[in-house]
């Protein structure tokens, strides 16, 4: 399975795993559909593909008549499909507590709220604070005693913390309102210098979209060891030909005027852009950041292990060409590419009124039609020749990250390695599943 951050990866299989919990299920969930297809029947992936989108749906915090219809849409293309385990005989039938109860989720949301919090994984946390470690707090002997009394301790400790913390607000607050020095406030952490980064609200109020850290990774680094080490074989002519396009956005200059890329040019870099998810009623993420890597692999050194390179594959926003794949959808006039270099051009390279925060990337064909079965894109490498298209552009330019998984078919190639399946995989589909704020995005935008 291809990288992504946050993606958990079952090592020895799934076999092994003695203990199910609501963490390990949604973890598979994420991939569930890419492991399956072209791997099982056309009703066995439809149920499955069913089933997860209704999970999906169901987590969102607000919902909207198309959500809920999609809710129970989803729901009901299961019920169609669903026949198909019993005829393998992998299972006698679906008497199963939560299958019924999926059958009351539209109109319990309707009457009493959105479902995002019915789930398991509460009591199971509380079941760890309210049981255990009170438990192991006790002596053994008359424990259920000693709980309460601890319970009751720990509550009282909590109101007393909670009254200490709206007190002190409050005294912040009154010494805030008193404070006129009108200082300015540094974050750390946010590149200040890159004004191109940021977009502004009718309020005139700043919004950060593309976030690099305040000094680069790594520093001064020559063309061939860019080339050797992250993979960039296209850079020195791919920046050529930015400069000289960027030259000609300027009126005051002309063609011949673009400065001079030389292989003697160094460059800093960056190990990774941070993109702020877009906050929406409908989705609650457990990170408020999107990650997009670009690092190059570490060879062991001393106790370190080492570590593979992890170059992410990012949506892009393309001018002027259009897919008719995708027109309509969310992903109308985006392409996907693969992250391989985050870098600041020289001083002595940078044209006024340009971008100076660019990356390396090597492009993948335009969408290919969705699967009207699994609802999943492909996508392919790009080449030019033998080599992978490369260009360089502005950061401004990704929109996000997106998650690839290969086309396995009936088995997995073995040799593949998930540092080098983005090279030797020849299809890939697009997993809409990856993350709340993808499936929305694939599904609802």
Same mark, same amino acid.
């Given at each position: 399975?291809?990288?992504?951050?946050?993606?958990?990866?079952?090592?020895?299989?799934?076999?092994?795993?003695?203990?199910?919990?609501?963490?390990?299920?949604?973890?598979?969930?994420?991939?569930?559909?890419?492991?399956?297809?072209?791997?099982? +029947?056309?009703?066995?992936? +439809?149920?499955?593909?069913?089933?997860?989108?209704?999970?999906?749906?169901? +987590?969102?915090?607000? $919902?909207?008549? +198309?959500?809920?219809?999609?809710?129970?849409?989803?729901?009901?293309?299961?019920?169609?499909?669903?026949?198909?385990?019993?005829?393998?005989?992998?299972?006698?039938?679906?008497?199963?507590?939560?299958?019924?109860?999926?059958?009351?989720?539209?109109?319990?949301?309707?009457?009493?709220?959105?479902?995002?919090?019915?789930?398991?994984?509460?009591?199971?946390?509380?079941?760890?604070?309210?049981?255990?470690?009170?438990?192991?707090?006790?002596?053994?002997?008359?424990?259920?005693?000693?709980?309460?009394?601890?319970?009751?301790?720990?509550?009282?400790?909590?109101?007393?913390?909670?009254?200490?913390?709206?007190?002190?607000?409050?005294?912040?607050?009154? $010494?805030?309102?008193?404070?006129?020095?009108?200082?300015?406030?540094?974050?750390?952490?946010?590149?200040?210098?890159?004004?191109?980064?940021?977009?502004?609200?009718?309020?005139?109020?700043?919004?950060?979209?593309?976030?690099?850290?305040?000094?680069?990774?790594?520093?001064?680094?020559?063309?061939?060891?860019?080339?050797?080490?992250?993979?960039? /074989?296209?850079?020195?002519?791919?920046?050529?030909?930015?400069? @000289?396009?960027?030259?000609?956005?300027?009126?005051?200059?002309?063609?011949?005027?673009?400065?001079?890329?030389?292989?003697?040019?160094?460059?800093?870099?960056?190990?990774?852009?941070?993109?702020?998810? /877009?906050?929406? @009623?409908?989705?609650?993420?457990?990170?408020?950041?999107?990650?997009?890597?670009?690092?190059?692999?570490?060879?062991?050194?001393?106790?370190?292990?080492?570590?593979?390179?992890?170059?992410?594959?990012?949506?892009?926003?393309?001018?002027?060409?259009?897919?008719?794949?995708?027109?309509?959808?969310?992903?109308?006039?985006?392409?996907?590419?693969?992250? @391989?270099?985050?870098?600041? /051009?020289?001083?002595?390279?940078?044209?006024?009124?340009?971008?100076?925060?660019?990356?390396?990337?090597?492009?993948?064909?335009?969408?290919?039609?969705?699967?009207?079965?699994?609802?999943?894109?492909?996508?392919?490498?790009?080449?030019?020749?033998?080599?992978?298209?490369?260009?360089?552009?502005?950061?401004?330019?990704?929109?996000?990250?997106? $998650?690839?998984?290969?086309?396995?078919?009936?088995?997995?190639?073995?040799?593949?390695?998930?540092?080098?399946?983005?090279?030797?995989?020849?299809?890939?589909?697009?997993?809409?599943?990856?993350?709340?704020?993808?499936?929305?995005?694939?599904?609802?935008?």
């Amino acid at each position: 399975m291809t990288n992504y951050p946050g993606l958990r990866y079952f090592t020895q299989g799934i076999s092994l795993v003695s203990q199910w919990t609501g963490t390990e299920h949604r973890e598979m969930q994420r991939v569930f559909m890419g492991v399956l297809a072209g791997a099982v +029947q056309p009703a066995v992936a +439809q149920a499955a593909r069913a089933i997860i989108d209704f999970i999906f749906y169901a +987590q969102f915090h607000s $919902h909207t008549s +198309q959500s809920l219809e999609a809710l129970q849409s989803a729901l009901d293309e299961f019920h169609r499909h669903k026949e198909i385990f019993v005829q393998l005989e992998v299972r006698e039938d679906f008497n199963i507590p939560k299958m019924h109860s999926m059958q009351h989720y539209v109109a319990s949301i309707k009457s009493r709220g959105s479902a995002d919090g019915f789930n398991t994984e509460f009591p199971e946390r509380l079941h760890i604070d309210f049981a255990k470690n009170v438990y192991r707090a006790t002596n053994r002997k008359d424990y259920v005693a000693q709980m309460t009394k601890w319970l009751a301790c720990q509550e009282a400790v909590g109101q007393f913390d909670a009254y200490l913390d709206w007190t002190l607000k409050r005294l912040d607050s009154v $010494h805030n309102e008193a404070d006129d020095d009108g200082g300015d406030a540094e974050i750390e952490g946010f590149d200040a210098e890159a004004q191109p980064k940021q977009t502004t609200t009718a309020d005139s109020i700043p919004v950060v979209t593309h976030i690099l850290a305040s000094r680069p990774s790594f520093q001064a680094l020559t063309v061939p060891f860019i080339t050797q080490t992250f993979g960039g /074989l296209s850079f020195l002519p791919a920046v050529s030909l930015y400069l @000289r396009v960027s030259s000609l956005c300027v009126p005051a200059m002309s063609h011949s005027a673009a400065p001079e890329l030389s292989q003697w040019d160094r460059f800093d870099a960056y190990r990774r852009l941070s993109i702020p998810y /877009l906050k929406l @009623r409908a989705l609650h993420m457990g990170k408020t950041m999107d990650r997009i890597r670009a690092t190059p692999s570490m060879p062991p050194l001393g106790r370190s292990q080492g570590s593979p390179g992890r170059f992410d594959t990012v949506l892009v926003r393309t001018e002027g060409k259009v897919n008719v794949h995708t027109q309509g959808t969310a992903l109308e006039g985006l392409q996907v590419a693969q992250v @391989r270099f985050l870098f600041d /051009l020289p001083p002595h390279l940078c044209i006024a009124g340009q971008p100076f925060h660019l990356t390396l990337i090597e492009w993948f064909k335009p969408f290919r039609g969705c699967d009207s079965l699994l609802k999943m894109h492909s996508v392919s490498r790009s080449y030019v020749g033998q080599a992978p298209r490369a260009e360089v552009i502005p950061i401004t330019r990704i929109v996000g990250s997106c $998650h690839l998984i290969p086309k396995f078919g009936t088995h997995a190639d073995p040799t593949w390695r998930a540092d080098e399946v983005l090279d030797v995989c020849k299809t890939f589909y697009v997993n809409p599943w990856i993350d709340i704020a993808s499936f929305y995005k694939f599904r609802v935008c």
